[in-house]
């Protein structure tokens, strides 16, 4: 089971961290994924670390602004957003992905999902 919290309302340019919290004990074998949904639009890569936390990956949109990291003592990945802008407005999901690499992009090939977490930047 995957939770995210961390979510809300904030100005442009303010920062949000967003938190992922796993159960289970195979979470240090999975990378993991952050994706998000804006209304209308397709789930969308955001983010993704592999399962050391060795390796991480992220879409263009976001590149320089946000972060991944995880704990795998406590069984939680995070995203820090930093410089919000209004376009990053959307439920923000976490994800597993069991090769362990997360180098895969895809909505598809992820395994488990958290239930979401909204996101609003207000211009």
């Known amino acids: 089971q995957l939770v995210e919290s961390g979510g809300g309302l904030v100005q442009a340019g303010g920062s949000l961290r967003l938190s992922c919290a796993a159960s289970?004990?195979?979470?240090?074998?999975?990378?993991m994924g952050w994706f998000r949904q804006a209304p209308g639009k397709e789930r969308e890569f955001v983010a993704a670390?592999?399962?050391?936390?060795?390796?991480?990956y992220y879409a263009d949109s976001v590149k320089g602004r946000f972060t991944i990291s995880r704990d795998n003592a406590k069984h939680t990945v995070y995203l820090q957003m930093n410089s919000l802008k209004p376009e990053d407005t959307a439920v923000y999901y976490c994800?597993?992905?069991?090769?362990?690499?997360?180098?895969?992009?895809?909505?598809?090939?992820?395994?488990?999902w958290g239930q979401g977490t909204q996101v609003t930047v207000s211009s």
């Open positions: 289970g004990r195979t979470f240090s074998s999975y990378a």
């Open positions: 670390i592999s399962w050391n936390g060795g390796s991480t």
């Open positions: 994800a597993t992905d069991h090769t362990g690499w997360g180098q895969t992009r895809l909505p598809d090939e992820y395994d488990y």
